[in-house]
């Protein structure tokens, strides 16, 4: 009887769920493609190997600093295979090598050699080397051996391994060497090492032939750095304090050097005259390539130029020449400082890949501007001066502005535009938005978000990107929309001046890339928080308060500081240090026409702080209020100023601890706190409307839990207009349930729409690469068994959702680090980019597209029903006359 | 005293047990001479779905995640894995395909290196179930991201209960009254009334005539006297 019972329930529950389930997402097969888009990237290059094998198998090989294997092709840089080793230090690739496979050596003690298929990239052989006592190995793999190098005074520490087996493993030879002291700079290039003293003497022993040749160079100072040379020869480019540069190759037992120009990048290749030195010296944008034989001096009769390809500055990675002749006919892969692979064959640009985009740090979606002819009529119905008249002539200029243009697009008359493009502008249902993405590297994008092409790029040098909680971040903020022509819209980025950290902000115009403002603001103090004005100026700009650490204020744009000044008193701000816990929050003070930060009050959390949650500014939330079963309605507390922190720490006895806050950012106090005993990190939250979600690691039950908290002011509402922390204190009812999530979290985000109205939908990344999609109405901490509450489901503590649920379908996005949301024109879309390693763009509507003809909606049908109806409509009509004129007839 | 002993017993058939079952680990112990961890390998075989239905390419698809990928493991050529270097602890192991379906397995290692694996449950997580080891995944199935979408088809507008409560009405409304016009469906039709009518007197007449009996005459004789009169005047 109870198994039935259980049987019954357990029926009850799979159609509730697939109910919900189906009613809210997935895609039909033939949406694929159709408004989601994937890129791939390998990250930035950190060893490759060109391989010329004809035109389809012309490979380049590269491992990057993301962990990354991949076969790119020579003709078009597409990736024809990639492999993603672990996130983090067990992935770091130290050494590549290629030859009847690809070898790359990965891992921080214990070490894994893994051999890879050229052509398919699959696994062919792998062992490890075990973990050892010691660290600060150098590797390098020559002729199918890789070796393991310590360095000790005047002695070295080679352990041989052969790259196939991994025999003879363990067996350390130590070699004695005199020439090798402290203060010389030494590298392992093609299984030579090649050591340069202080005073210029050049000391080169092969690991294998046991060779021995030194020399000496004519250095007039210390060597800084010994940098390796893309060359099949033992070779390594000596830097000097003072910045000369010089390349010495290790040729037949004879040692060879050159001086390099400052702006020049050097590889050396091999020909039937000896070593040539490569050079491609730079210079605004473009390279031009020469070369020169190192043994005898002569530089080759040809040079080769880049033609206004805008490149950036770049080093030479890897390069492969077609013939043995002493010539330029040479594919060179170059990598730019601002990450990008380049491709340059016999001195052309073959192609470019913005490798920067695998490590993104900052994402923004903004609004394109109207187009040209409907910004003359907003300008027309902006405009309400000058009377009836005045507003008749204005409406008759604009008509024949239209048809003007009307005629000359019809004729092909119009002229294209070079710089912008036209189709970028805002579409009927806001769909079409512009990404700005800053990158890791501080190179800032604009992607269109239909289908990713770039429209703009900007790599900015001089600065650095913050750090919190291990990962790098930039401020962003949109200071004026694209809304208000023809003022421009205003984006702004904070950095850190490189060398002295103070604050630097880079102010650009987010539709066409242009700089604003002179572009880079440097400022002279360190940023302590940054607060953007929520109220705009009569320009439309949101001023932007830079505090610094002295507790000074500062304003951006200067110009709009009578604001700041003007809204100071409903100003507070809150800063936090991640490793000490400490929360502090800020009320702007204003004196002598200037604003001061002044401390009200401050929480010690006395644990670092692993994740905090913010409200998104540009929420919206529609229903105040849930009805319940007694139709009684329960008030949501909706805080805007509510932060949820949670802080990791290590206890003798509970071992890990998480504790979670919720913060009242402007009064400073603690609305509510949970302790989750034996809990770990990853702690992944979201703050939205009246709900914190977050997850973490449950270390007893092994595995990961997700936690809803939902909170309500009461069943009265206290202010029905606007949310005040300073007037009373609210103690909110507070309802949680904890759910199991079989997965690895890597990164989680609500959706977020236009009024928030639709339902919020939770998206989550996933370890094993795909994104989910989970209704909150399944992380609802009403949801119980014996509540009789309508739309509430019973409780279930598993949150295993199907396969339709996964937004990413059959794509796998490895190493996820964020997803970023932002509302479309619609209101029941919400625009989805998820970015890590690759970037996959789609579009979601948690309660369906009720605003919009699904695409599936049968035009054809509903005409063919409707022309017929009219038809038969004629047709009947005239066969009753018909038959009433015989009837009158008879 | 005698629950103590037999408690002991249980347990060293336990012990015995355990290790009968961990008979089959190929675990690899690297001493390490500085640190106490030994490192174990755990090995496997990955299975598509369908062996002669799977793409020629499956296995380069896979990827093996041991702890949310803090260790991943690549399939060689004959489908096996390994992750080497692998502390004592507790670990799940899945594997990553984007069509197919794996079930994920947890494997635990011992201090000494021993390894079983079982299934995962993360509701009760006392519950074993074990499963052999060196392991063996199979597929269970394809992912289904996509629904299916209606298609429309003439039979399934027709035999809609809403069409046909539609057409019926209509049916009736315009063939039955061309089924009366014919003179030889009428003809049946007659003869189908005919043959459901009943010559029973009506109820009515039945009662009037009950009631007022004798009546009956006196209108034909006053009709009678009329034409009388009539005939009288004529002549």
């Not at chain 1, 005045?390 to 008759?396: A, K, S």
């Not at chain 1, 769909?431 to 604009?446: F, S």
């Not at chain 1, 403002?517 to 001023?543: A, C, M, R, W």
């Amino acid at each position: 009887m109870n198994v039935k019972i259980i049987i019954m329930n357990f029926c009850v529950r799979l159609i509730f769920f697939s109910i919900l389930i189906y009613g809210s997402q997935a895609l039909y097969e033939d949406q694929v493609g159709k408004f989601d888009w994937k890129k791939s990237y390998v990250g930035r290059v950190k060893y490759s190997h060109t391989s010329l094998n004809g035109r389809d198998s012309s490979n380049l090989y590269v491992v990057t600093e993301n962990n990354v294997v991949a076969a790119l092709s020579l003709h078009d840089g597409s990736i024809k295979w990639r492999r993603v080793l672990e996130l983090g230090e067990y992935g770091v690739i130290h050494a590549l090598s290629v030859g009847n496979e690809v070898t790359t050596l990965s891992g921080n003690g214990p070490y894994l050699l893994r051999g890879w298929n050229l052509n398919s990239g699959m696994l062919t052989h792998e062992w490890t080397i075990p973990v050892s006592e010691h660290s600060g190995f150098k590797w390098t793999i020559h002729e199918n051996n890789l070796y393991q190098v310590r360095f000790l005074q005047n002695l070295l520490e080679v352990t041989s391994y052969n790259i196939k087996t991994g025999n003879p493993a363990g067996f350390t030879s130590t070699i004695s060497a005199p020439w090798l002291d402290i203060s010389s700079k030494c590298i392992l290039d093609e299984g030579t090492i090649i050591c340069v003293s202080d005073s210029g003497t050049v000391t080169a022993r092969g690991l294998s032939s046991n060779a021995l040749s030194s020399g000496k160079i004519p250095l007039s100072e210390k060597p800084a750095s010994l940098t390796p040379v893309s060359s099949p020869y033992p070779s390594a480019l000596v830097t000097t304090v003072t910045g000369k540069r010089m390349v010495l190759v290790v040729s037949e037992g004879s040692l060879l050097f050159l001086d390099v120009p400052v702006n020049a990048v050097a590889a050396v290749r091999k020909s039937s005259s000896g070593p040539i030195l490569l050079q491609a010296s730079f210079s605004d944008g473009d390279y031009e390539l020469s070369g020169m034989i190192l043994s005898s001096k002569h530089s080759l009769q040809e040079k080769k130029k880049t033609d206004g390809a805008r490149l950036p500055k770049a080093l030479v990675s890897s390069f492969e020449c077609v013939t043995d002749d002493p010539d330029l006919s040479c594919y060179l892969t170059l990598v730019g400082e601002d990450d990008s692979l380049i491709l340059l064959n016999e001195g052309k640009v073959s192609w470019v890949r913005e490798e920067a985009l695998a490590n993104i740090v900052a994402v923004e979606m903004i609004d394109l501007p109207v187009s040209d002819e409907e910004a003359a009529i907003e300008k027309e119905f902006a405009n309400k001066e000058g009377g009836i008249v005045g507003m008749l002539y204005r409406r008759i200029h604009s008509q024949c502005l239209q048809v003007v243009n009307a005629v000359i697009s019809i004729l092909g008359l119009k002229e294209h535009r070079s710089e912008s493009r036209e189709d970028l502008v805002k579409d009927q249902f806001g769909l079409h938005k512009l990404i700005i993405i800053v990158t890791n590297v501080a190179k800032i994008y604009g992607m269109e978000n239909d289908n990713g092409d770039i429209i703009w790029q900007h790599h900015l040098k001089d600065v650095n990107l913050f750090s919190a909680l291990d990962s790098p971040y930039v401020p962003l903020f949109l200071q004026r929309t694209s809304r208000h022509l023809p003022y421009p819209a205003i984006c702004t980025l904070l950095f850190k001046q490189k060398g002295t950290e103070k604050a630097a902000l880079y102010a650009f115009n987010p539709i066409t890339g242009q700089p604003l403002f002179g572009g880079l603001n440097f400022y002279d103090f360190h940023v302590k928080q940054t607060l953007l004005l929520p109220k705009e100026n009569e320009e439309f700009i949101k001023s932007l308060l830079l505090i610094a650490d002295t507790d000074g204020v500062e304003v951006f744009p200067p110009e709009t500081m009578q604001d700041a000044l003007d809204f100071h008193q409903d100003l507070f701000v809150y800063a936090s240090d991640v490793e000490t816990g400490n929360l502090n929050g800020f009320n702007l003070v204003k004196s002598n026409e200037k604003l001061r930060a002044v401390r009200v009050w401050n929480i010690q959390l006395n644990a670092p702080i692993t994740s905090i949650a913010q409200k998104n500014k540009a929420e919206r939330v529609h229903s105040q209020g849930r009805v319940l079963a007694d139709r009684s309605v329960l008030y949501k507390y909706i805080n805007p100023h509510l932060v949820a922190v949670a802080t990791h720490t290590i206890d003798p006895v509970h071992k890990n601890m998480i504790t979670i806050y919720l913060i009242d950012t402007v009064s400073g106090g603690v609305i509510f706190n949970a302790a989750h005993k034996r809990a770990m990190p990853p702690v992944h939250m979201i703050n939205s409307e009246s709900w914190v979600v977050y997850s973490y690691f449950n270390d007893k039950a092994r595995r990961t839990e997700m936690i809803s908290l939902d909170l309500y002011e009461g069943k009265s509402m206290r202010n029905s207009t606007e949310f005040s922390s300073l007037s009373y204190l609210v103690e909110p009812i507070i309802e949680r349930q904890a759910y199991i999530f079989p997965h690895n979290i890597m990164a989680m985000k609500e959706t977020i729409t236009e009024k928030g109205i639709t339902n919020k939908h939770i998206l989550v990344g996933v370890s094993t690469g795909s994104v989910i999609e989970i209704p909150w109405a399944l992380l609802d901490p009403h949801r119980s068994n014996d509540s009789r509450e309508e739309g509430v489901l019973p409780y279930t503590p598993d949150l295993t959702l199907p396969h339709e649920a996964t937004l990413t379908y059959n794509h796998t996005l490895p190493h996820i680090t964020g997803i970023h949301t932002s509302p479309a024109g619609l209101e029941s879309t919400s625009l989805v980019l998820v970015y890590g390693l690759d970037l996959f763009y789609t579009r979601v509507a948690p309660s369906r597209t009720f605003d919009v003809l699904k695409d599936d909606f049968e035009y054809w049908l509903i005409t063919a029903v409707l022309s017929g109806l009219i038809s038969a409509a004629y047709i009947t009509k005239k066969l009753a006359s018909r038959k009433a004129l015989k009837q009158a007839w008879k | 005293m005698e629950r103590l002993v037999y408690a002991k017993v249980l347990l060293c058939f336990g012990v015995v047990y355990y290790c009968i079952s961990s008979i089959h680990c190929v675990s690899e112990n690297i001493d390490s001479n500085t640190k106490d961890v030994q490192f174990s390998l755990i090995t496997g075989k990955v299975f598509p779905v369908d062996e002669e239905w799977a793409p020629a390419d499956w296995k380069s698809e896979i990827v093996v995640h041991l702890k949310g990928g803090t260790q991943k493991a690549f399939l060689r050529d004959d489908g096996s894995f390994t992750f080497s270097n692998v502390p004592p602890g507790s670990y799940i192991i899945e594997v990553t395909h984007p069509n197919f379906v794996y079930e994920p397995i947890r494997v635990e290692i011992n201090s000494k290196g021993k390894i079983r694996a079982r299934k995962v449950n993360y509701i009760q997580s006392s519950q074993i179930i074990q499963v052999p080891y060196p392991l063996k995944l199979k597929a269970i199935g394809f992912k289904r991201f996509f629904h299916i979408r209606e298609q429309w088809r003439i039979t399934d507008f027709l035999f809609n209960p809403m069409i046909l409560m539609m057409v019926f009405p209509l049916l009736l409304v315009m063939v039955l009254p061309r089924m009366m016009n014919d003179p030889e469906a009428r003809k049946e039709m007659e003869q189908f009334s005919n043959l459901t009518k009943y010559d029973m007197p009506e109820m009515s007449e039945v009662i009037t005539s009950f009631f007022g009996g004798g009546n009956e005459q006196k209108p034909k004789s006053i009709k009678q006297a009329k034409k009388g009169n009539k005939s009288c005047k004529s002549e």
